[in-house]
């Protein structure tokens, strides 16, 4: 019997993706491993390996195609002594692969909405991602004619939102689960509508605040004064979890100068004393470490210094991390990415920065993993670079802080009652009141600027 081959879901919160590349043809004999395809997510270009084997029959979506759902059929697959020809006309009939690939989980995470805390990055510290969060739990399956019928979890709030039952819908997913594109159809069809009960409470419910649609955006402005520029998987991921991030955790702020003169010292000191190594360019320096991977190391250590800080917040638990995994803003084309520079807290000075230098050009290439964004314990933000004297960067849902950074500038302050020019760098502490209040913020910014300030003993 034929095996279809459908669109892997890559990342627990993925819904659709761009078919880039087909790495075989119709007619090619394939074994599992097999690398098969290149998919694009909104954060990177991934392989689609083979799980089964057998002889490519039909490919049902071509190279190119963008937008193409969870789940959905894109080749169909010949088995071992099957003819291809019957097999490509037999394939709606096919059988999905019986085995799990790598990249690919459970069905049931595939159509999950990410309203739980998840990688995948905001915009001051995103996309991102958008991963990171505990498995779904099973959704309550509905009654229909005494039998239970299973919708994802983001299939019953679509079908909640719009008024449509999913008991009486017929689902297209694994074993006949209702996902989100058959709630809406029946919503856009009109058909399987809720009882009028339900609709009337939903209706006394106050509304929820609506952006305004593009038609109403574009007839403020004249006809030919513009061009409509599609938004892309990246900046519509990164447009909802900025929604969530801000609709669903409680910021507040905190901000404190801190004085790097020390910090600078030891950065040239350490620079000028890193060993060299050849290179196809002739000798280079094994390291050169910036501002930034400093204040990567101290927001590390200072996690490590105040542990209740270190956390991420759930309805039902407070998650307490073991280790200061810190995401960094990567700014990449067309939005933004957060590579987790993970364990920061045990790594030395030289470790961080060689390896945030192959995490930004692999982001900006998008060529990182899922792991490699998604997940961390707090993310660091900076926009000194671009002589930003502070700001307030927005939480990036799993995280319970992000460390907004500012350039340094020299300012004139007064030390021991006299006035002395220093170079002084502004960071903002965003904080999630219901997992880090005031107070234990204030002190884990505190012991931040301690560590930048004292900046040797991020040696030892």
Not at 113 to 142: F, I, L, R, V, Y
Not at 166 to 186: I, M, N, Q, T, Y
Not at 230 to 257: C, Q, W
Not at 374 to 392: C, E, R, Y
Request: with cysteine.
């Amino acid at each position: 019997m034929p095996i279809n081959i459908t669109m892997p879901a890559l990342s627990p919160t993925m819904e659709e993706g761009n078919l880039a590349k087909w790495l075989v043809k119709e007619g090619d004999t394939v074994s599992p491993g097999d690398v098969i395809a290149e998919i694009e997510t909104d954060k990177a270009t991934m392989e689609v390996e083979a799980v089964d084997e057998g002889t490519v029959a039909k490919i049902v979506v071509p190279a190119g195609t963008e937008g193409v759902k969870v789940n959905a059929l894109i080749a169909i697959l010949a088995a071992e002594g099957e003819d291809a020809k019957e097999a490509a006309k037999g394939g709606d009939g096919a059988q999905p692969s019986s085995k799990s690939s790598k990249s690919e989980p459970a069905p049931a995470k595939s159509e999950e909405a990410p309203s739980k805390p998840q990688p995948h990055a905001a915009e001051q510290a995103s996309a991102s991602s958008t991963t990171e969060s505990a498995p779904a739990k099973p959704s309550e399956p509905a009654e229909k004619d005494g039998k239970r019928v299973f919708a994802s979890p983001l299939a019953r709030r679509i079908a909640k939102e719009t008024g449509v039952d999913v008991a009486a819908l017929k689902g297209s997913g694994p074993h006949g689960r209702v996902v989100r594109a058959d709630v809406e159809a029946a919503a856009a069809g009109g058909g399987a509508k809720a009882s009028a009960a339900p609709a009337v409470a939903s209706a006394s419910a106050p509304a929820s605040p609506k952006a305004m649609s593009d038609d109403a955006v574009l007839k403020l402005f004249e006809e030919g004064s513009y061009e409509l520029i599609p938004h892309d998987g990246m900046r519509k991921t990164i447009a909802r979890r900025l929604v969530e991030a801000k609709s669903t955790i409680p910021h507040f702020y905190l901000t404190l100068d801190c004085d790097i003169d020390p910090l600078l010292k030891l950065r040239n000191e350490l620079n000028d004393a890193a060993p060299m190594k050849k290179t196809d360019k002739g000798e280079e320096p094994i390291y050169k470490l910036s501002v930034n991977d400093l204040v990567i190391k101290a927001m590390a250590l200072a996690l490590r210094d105040v542990p209740s800080a270190n956390v991420s917040w759930t309805d039902a638990n407070m998650v307490q991390h073991k280790h200061a995994d810190v995401g960094v803003a990567v700014s990449i084309p067309g939005g933004l990415i957060t590579p987790i520079v993970r364990k920061a807290d045990e790594k030395t000075l030289s470790v961080i920065s060689n390896e945030m230098k192959d995490l930004a050009v692999r982001a900006r290439n998008r060529k990182l993993k899922p792991e490699e964004y998604q997940g961390g314990t707090t993310a660091v933000s900076n926009l000194g670079m671009f002589g930003i004297k502070d700001f307030a960067a927005v939480i990036n849902p799993p995280h319970a802080t992000i460390l907004a950074v500012g350039a340094g500038e020299q300012r004139a302050v007064v030390k021991n009652g006299e006035i002395k020019v220093a170079t002084i760098m502004s960071v903002t502490l965003s904080t999630d009141h219901r997992a880090v209040d005031g107070a234990l913020g204030a002190e884990l910014l505190s012991a931040f600027k301690r560590h930048v300030e004292n900046p040797l003993g991020m040696l030892v």
